[in-house]
């Protein structure tokens, strides 16, 4: 069985910083794309940021410039850096991977973390 478990989530002032962290565990044979989506209360689930790797990396026009999206794969682990926060970042963020099984793929998620901005 696999788990996605984030960290990280929190409180913070508009124009703060955050570090979200998402460490998969469990059986399978690799990790493919890896991303972070966001929902806001009323609102439906969005991308923020995506990676296959370093160099393949995909943004939602609003974080563009302020969050940076990275992975370890040594870790199974992926990672958003969140700078110059506003209160429209607020949110449940959620980790997703596309999990590559001995049976085929599947799409995992975690269990979401919060992140509050205030203004």
């Known amino acids: 069985q696999v788990q996605l478990v984030e960290s990280g989530g929190g409180v913070v002032q508009a124009g703060g910083s955050l570090r979200l962290s998402c460490a998969a565990s469990?059986?399978?044979?690799?990790?493919?794309?890896m991303a972070w989506y966001r929902q806001a209360p009323g609102k439906q689930r969005e991308l923020v940021a995506s990676?296959?790797?370093?160099?393949?990396?995909n943004y939602a026009d609003s974080v563009r410039g302020r969050f940076t999206i990275s992975r370890e794969n040594a870790k199974n682990s992926v990672y958003l850096q969140m700078t110059n926060l506003k209160p429209e970042d607020t949110a449940v963020y959620y980790c997703?991977?596309?999990?590559?099984?001995?049976?085929?793929?599947?799409?995992?998620w975690g269990q979401g973390t919060q992140v509050i901005v205030s203004s």
């Open positions: 990676i296959i790797s370093s160099s393949n990396t």
């Open positions: 997703h991977a596309d999990i590559v099984h001995v049976a085929g793929r599947l799409q995992h």
């Open positions: 469990g059986s399978f044979s690799s990790i493919s794309a």
